[in-house]
């Protein structure tokens, strides 16, 4: 049997003769930040939403990871415009589900992990914890993919070595040891600016079809009915909607200290920076499809599932050799953007659901060795060209872990011990319930076809 107390000591022990922290520690983890960036009232309208403004930009971010850039370039090159209606529908999903998990944090000032540990018995928490993890792994696994494969696109290097290199980030969690919140938010702000500059440069370039657009933009389910497009419409919602990102949302709004009071002024501060944050990862997600679409479907590729494929057809197609390093460059951005976000999250059900808190360095090796693991065996078997299916595959197991994230969301923001007077709207509840509905059908579906064909 492990004695886990001399597992720790030693552990502990490692940690100062390496220099390494042995305790929990701001930015990444969440007992360190709550209440950290102190909102002083008399500010402006302007300089207030400024002070609130940030963690919809962090779930935002995730939204644009390599796992969405592969369901969209598939069902862009696969079915041209005709799944955009997809994305616009699962961005407003995410969008109430998001608003759901601010309110809770807010309101009650337990992040979504917290308040099912008070509210659940301890074996449905232990299910949830493992839920919420398996979905933070498979995030993980294609933010390894896709960083890896733009290590390769950008230097040169075999994608077996990307993967390998991946591995470094912890420097970046180690550098910013102790550092503020707002730096963690500027940092991905800059990373969004990237992502989101490169694409509109590559739009310009390849000239999209506006009407094409438009007619892609109206919902007709019966598009779902050709091979493999649910299959992708299910990937770009388990991509978009992202159930891990519900506890992380719950927890950052937490960073926000406003005046005594002030507490229906600060709902409405963060459900602004929410649709803001938000509305931009649907014009990022709907680029790189329409991308795909105007790039490689219009062109006669309608098999493009590649990453890397999709890289190297672009110069040629929109007959300009900046647009694949763009293409890189953008990927490689992405692929960061879990250094940050995964760590926190990782904290956040660690701390929420167990109780257990660990150094930041800690939680993003467990989480990326579980990540590379994986990604390697996907890689050695399938070969480098089996990035693209990965990645999608990784966004599906995402959309099966949706629903044991939505339902206590939802439960526990219409628990009025809870949240008082602040718990959900009727109409938002129902919508949320919809949403539910629809994924679990969807799901379902997906089960259905994968066991009987």
């Known amino acids: 049997m492990f004695d886990t107390t001399r597992i720790l000591q030693a552990s502990r022990a490692a940690a100062r003769r390496l220099n390494l922290p042995d305790t929990a520690t701001a930015p990444f983890c969440p007992s360190e930040t709550q209440g950290s960036v102190v909102v002083a009232p008399g500010l402006s309208r302007l300089k207030r939403f400024a002070a609130f403004a940030g963690p919809g930009l962090l779930v935002a971010v995730g939204y644009m990871d390599p796992g969405n850039w592969a369901t969209d370039i598939a069902a862009g090159s696969s079915f041209g415009y005709g799944l955009l209606f997809v994305i616009v529908l699962s961005c407003v999903a995410a969008t109430v589900l998001q608003l759901l998990a601010a309110r809770l944090g807010m309101v009650s000032g337990l992040d979504l992990a917290q308040a099912c540990r008070a509210h659940y018995p301890p074996k449905v928490n232990i299910a949830l914890w493992l839920m919420a993890e398996i979905a933070i792994i498979a995030t993980d696994v294609a933010e390894v993919l896709g960083a890896a494969l733009?290590?390769?696109?950008?230097?040169?290097?075999?994608?077996?070595?990307?993967?390998?290199?991946?591995?470094?980030?912890?420097?970046?969690?180690?550098?910013?040891?102790?550092q503020g919140f707002r730096q963690i938010e500027a940092i991905i702000l800059g990373l969004v600016a990237t992502i989101?500059?490169?694409?509109?440069?590559?739009l310009f370039l390849a000239r999209p079809d506006?009407?094409?657009?438009?007619?892609?933009l109206v919902p007709d389910v019966r598009r779902l009915a050709a091979p493999g497009a649910l299959y992708l419409a299910i990937g770009i919602v388990g991509a978009?909607?992202?159930?891990?990102?519900?506890y992380l949302h719950s927890s950052i709004v937490q960073t926000r200290k406003p005046e005594a009071g002030a507490l229906p002024d600060a709902i409405r501060m963060t459900t602004i920076d929410t649709l803001l944050s938000l509305t931009l990862a649907a014009a990022v997600n709907a680029a790189i499809l329409i991308l795909a679409a105007a790039a490689f479907h219009a062109n006669g590729h309608t098999a493009v599932a590649d990453i890397e494929d999709a890289k190297t057809l672009l110069s040629p197609l929109t007959g300009a050799a900046a647009a694949g390093l763009l293409f890189a460059i953008a990927l490689f951005a992405s692929g960061q953007s879990s250094t940050f976000t995964g760590t926190i999250t990782g904290?956040?059900?660690?701390?929420?659901?167990?109780?257990?808190?660990?150094?930041?360095?800690?939680?993003?090796?467990?989480?990326?060795?579980?990540?590379?693991?994986?990604?390697?065996?996907?890689?050695?078997?399938?070969?480098?060209h089996g990035v693209g299916p990965l990645l999608v595959l990784t966004q599906v197991v995402l959309s099966l872990q949706l629903p044991f994230?939505?339902?206590?969301?939802?439960?526990?923001?219409?628990?009025?011990?809870?949240?008082?007077?602040?718990?959900?709207?009727?109409?938002?509840?129902?919508?949320?319930?919809?949403?539910?509905?629809?994924?679990?059908?969807?799901?379902?579906?997906?089960?259905?076809?994968?066991?009987?064909?």
């Not at 989101?196 to 590559?202: D, N, V």
């Not at 978009?240 to 519900?246: A, F, I």
């Not at 360095?361 to 390697?376: D, E, G, N, S, Y």
Request: proline content about 4%; hydrophobic content about 60%; some cysteine.
């Open 150 to 178: 733009a290590i390769k696109l950008l230097f040169g290097l075999p994608l077996i070595w990307g993967i390998v290199l991946t591995a470094l980030d912890l420097v970046l969690v180690l550098g910013l040891k102790g």
């Open 196 to 202: 989101a500059g490169c694409f509109l440069i590559e």
């Open 210 to 216: 506006a009407g094409g657009i438009a007619a892609g």
């Open 240 to 246: 978009t909607v992202m159930p891990h990102n519900l």
């Open 347 to 384: 904290q956040v059900i660690l701390e929420g659901f167990m109780r257990i808190k660990i150094p930041c360095w800690q939680r993003r090796v467990i989480t990326r060795v579980l990540a590379i693991i994986p990604a390697l065996i996907g890689i050695l078997i399938l070969g480098e």
């Open 405 to 453: 994230a939505i339902w206590p969301l939802i439960r526990l923001t219409r628990n009025r011990q809870l949240m008082g007077a602040y718990t959900t709207p009727t109409g938002l509840a129902v919508a949320a319930w919809i949403i539910f509905a629809a994924i679990v059908a969807a799901n379902l579906w997906l089960l259905a076809h994968m066991v009987f064909g």
